[in-house]
């Protein structure tokens, strides 16, 4: 049984189909990044994923259960920005998602569990290249330091799978780089399955063990709304390097048009 199976999943909104019979396996651990043209669903995709959102039709098991109907800790989730609190100090900001499980009503806790949840997200903090900036507030951070507190606080909660939705489109890409080794080293060691939504193929291809590629595979130019995307190429990328490299370079431009694609680097 694989950790997480789509089984025949649609979405559509009103007479917009925008996915249509999605099947798909991934074992725990996998780190599937998912390209294809703007608009064909995969923000879409993480959001079933979530939970955030239901399908139209068909489903998706983790563990061979039906997803909770809503987001909850086994799913964590980064988007490529505003995902933090302003009004909150970075510490804060991360201690808040051990505080509201545990104390929805006011959102707070106190004494012992309070320390305890606070020097939990200092570990965390520190772990992603925060630890110097525990009591500064976010508009006083970079863009990728932005990004390092969004995704403490996406780990903070043990998630089982990550989801990244274009976590590194709006940053220089030095600090691209700086994330992508952060992203892989935290991914070694808690093994965590990762989905991430990327317009960069080279990033897909040096930081994915599988490139999850979306497309239609039927048109009507009379009208563009009547089918749905789905997997069109299921690419892995630990096995053979040599041979995925020749994979992506071999994808259609129809799919590759729009993403950039400088070059099939080497893993970080
Ligand atoms: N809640 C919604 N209601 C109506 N239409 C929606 C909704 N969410 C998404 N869509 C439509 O679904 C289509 C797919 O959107 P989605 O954001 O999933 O694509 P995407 O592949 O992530 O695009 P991009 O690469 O540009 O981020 C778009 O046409 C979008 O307008």
């Not at 800790?73 to 804060?92: C, E, I, K, N, T």
């Not at 808040?96 to 545990?102: H, S, V, Y």
């Not at 965390?124 to 006083?140: C, F, S």
Request: charged share 25%; net charge positive; hydrophobic share 40%.
């Amino acid at each position: 049984m694989s950790f997480i199976q789509v089984k025949n999943l649609w979405q559509e909104y009103g007479d917009q189909v925008v996915l249509e019979r999605l099947n798909l396996r991934v074992e725990e651990g996998e780190f599937c990044t998912l390209v294809g043209a703007s608009g064909c669903g995969k923000s879409t995709f993480l959001r079933m994923l979530l939970g955030q959102e239901r399908p139209s039709r068909g489903q998706i098991l983790l563990d061979g259960a039906p997803l909770p109907g809503e987001p909850d800790a086994s799913r964590g989730v980064v988007f490529q920005r505003y995902s933090v609190f302003p009004h909150l100090s970075v510490r804060d900001n991360v201690a808040l998602g051990l505080e509201l499980p545990r104390s929805p009503l006011l959102g707070r806790l106190f004494g012992g569990a309070k320390r305890e949840a606070r020097e939990r997200a200092a570990e965390i903090l520190a772990k992603v290249g925060l630890g110097h900036a525990l009591d500064k507030y976010p508009a006083q951070l970079s863009g990728g330091m932005q990004q390092r507190l969004a995704i403490a606080q996406a780990l903070i909660m043990k998630p089982r799978v990550l989801l990244l939705d274009e976590p590194f489109g709006a940053l220089d890409p030095g600090i691209r780089k700086d994330m992508h080794a952060l992203l892989l080293e935290l991914w070694r060691e808690t093994r965590l399955t990762v989905f991430m939504v990327t317009h960069d193929l080279s990033e897909g291809f040096t930081l994915g063990t599988r490139l999850l590629v979306f497309d239609k595979v039927r048109h009507d130019p009379q009208s563009p709304n009547t089918y749905g995307a789905r997997v069109t190429y299921d690419i892995p990328l630990n096995d053979d390097r040599r041979a995925a490299r020749a994979a992506v370079a071999a994808l259609p431009p129809a799919v590759t048009g729009g993403l950039q694609s400088d070059s099939l680097g080497a893993r970080a």
